[in-house]
Nanobody
Framework: QVQLVESGEGLVQAGVSLRLVCAAS????????MAWFRQAPGKEREFVAG????????YYADSVKGRFTISRDNAKNTVYLQMNSLKPEDTAVYYC?????????????????WGQGTQVTVSS
């Protein structure tokens, strides 16, 4: 099990960049698949980006592909989400999630470990 804590909350204008950070505690972090999800008001939680153990393999939702970059530093037990060219529709609470097994990237039920979420608000 790992415990996850997100940071990087922000209120920004459209077009700017923001970086979210997910700090993990637990000895198994380097073996975990990590992902970012988000949930906008009145909408279901959706997958944003994921990264495998080594950090080489990543996967993105079409809505963020080319704008967001997920990365990890296993030595620091940290996952990052670099968000560029932000749009108002990116406004949501962003959650870090992790799991110790493989599976569909976007299947929420396969991630047993979740952070508390961090708010990102993008104004037009």
């Amino acid at each position: 099990q790992v415990q996850l804590v997100e940071s990087g909350e922000g209120l920004v204008q459209a077009g700017v960049s923001l970086r979210l950070v997910c700090a993990a505690s637990g000895r198994s972090f380097s073996n975990y698949v990590m992902a970012w999800f988000r949930q906008a008001p009145g909408k279901e939680r959706e997958f944003v980006a994921g990264i495998l153990w080594s950090g080489i393999i990543t996967y993105y939702a079409d809505s963020v592909k080319g704008r967001f970059t997920i990365s990890r530093d296993n030595a620091k037990n940290t996952v990052y989400l670099q968000m560029n060219s932000l749009k108002p529709e990116d406004t949501a609470v962003y959650y870090c999630a992790g799991r110790g097994s493989s599976g569909d990237w976007d299947r929420i039920s396969t991630y047993p470990n979740w952070g508390q979420g961090t708010q990102v608000t993008v104004s037009s």
